[in-house]
């Protein structure tokens, strides 16, 4: 579809592995946007690209996450030395221009550490 | 699939009454306001947006309105129907410059046949 896609669906990682997550925004939207929504919470802001550039970090919990969109369009949510806290739905959204314009989301990741 | 919002507030209405779901806001500087509904394991989805010199937008079966006073969005849906139960969450758009969501806690939409 054209849609926001997001693999894999479900994760489950050991504590301690690491964890790549991709996001496919839809095809031309400029702006893409990485959010973690715990259970029974509202999604939670975690970083902003404008094509390649990544323009604001600040929701990232901790040096452990790492996210990535090199061409301007794919992009990598990486997950060092998980933790249990760290299970959560990782949401990605998309939009066309930089502000005033509808974030389309993705159906998420849910990653679970044991 | 997976439950969203195990203990949100929540909204019970009959098939075809009007429902009408609240969310204060935090920043009286924010200038863009979404809301979205969200499903059992799927991503928040768009329903409609409004910008800060509005006080009101239809869309169809929905109407958003905006009280910038008290910092108050409400969302209206005409003639609820079963496939409306859902989760629904307000957004709003801080002021940094691009478009930085911060979503209200949500309510719970329970639509009985």
């Known amino acids: 579809g054209a849609g926001v896609s997001q693999s894999p669906r479900y994760k489950v990682a050991k504590r301690g592995q690491d964890v790549a997550l991709r996001c496919d925004p839809i095809s031309g939207h400029v702006s893409l946007f990485w959010y973690q929504q715990a259970l029974g919470q509202g999604p939670e802001f975690l970083t902003y690209f404008q094509n390649e550039a990544q323009l604001d970090k600040s929701g990232l919990p901790s040096d452990r996450f790492f996210a990535e969109r090199p061409e301007g369009s794919v992009s990598t949510l990486k997950i060092q030395r998980t933790q249990q806290e760290d299970s959560a739905v990782y949401l990605c959204a998309s939009s066309l221009q930089v502000s005033n314009q509808p974030q389309h989301f993705g159906d998420g990741t849910r990653l679970s550490i044991l | ?113």
């Open chain 2, 1 to 113: 699939g997976e439950s969203v919002g195990l203990h949100l507030p929540t909204l019970s209405v009959q098939e075809g009454d009007n429902s009408i779901i609240n969310c204060a806001y935090s920043n009286s500087a924010s200038d863009y306001f979404i809301w979205y509904k969200q499903e059992s394991g799927k991503g928040p989805q768009f329903i409609i947006d409004i910008r800060s010199n509005m006080d009101k937008r239809q869309g169809q079966r929905v109407t958003v309105l905006l009280n910038k006073t008290v910092k108050h969005l409400s969302l209206q849906i005409a003639a609820t129907q079963p496939g409306d139960s859902a989760v629904y969450f307000c957004a709003e758009n801080m002021p940094t410059g691009f478009q930085k969501l911060v979503f209200g806690t949500g309510t719970r939409l329970l639509v009985s046949p």
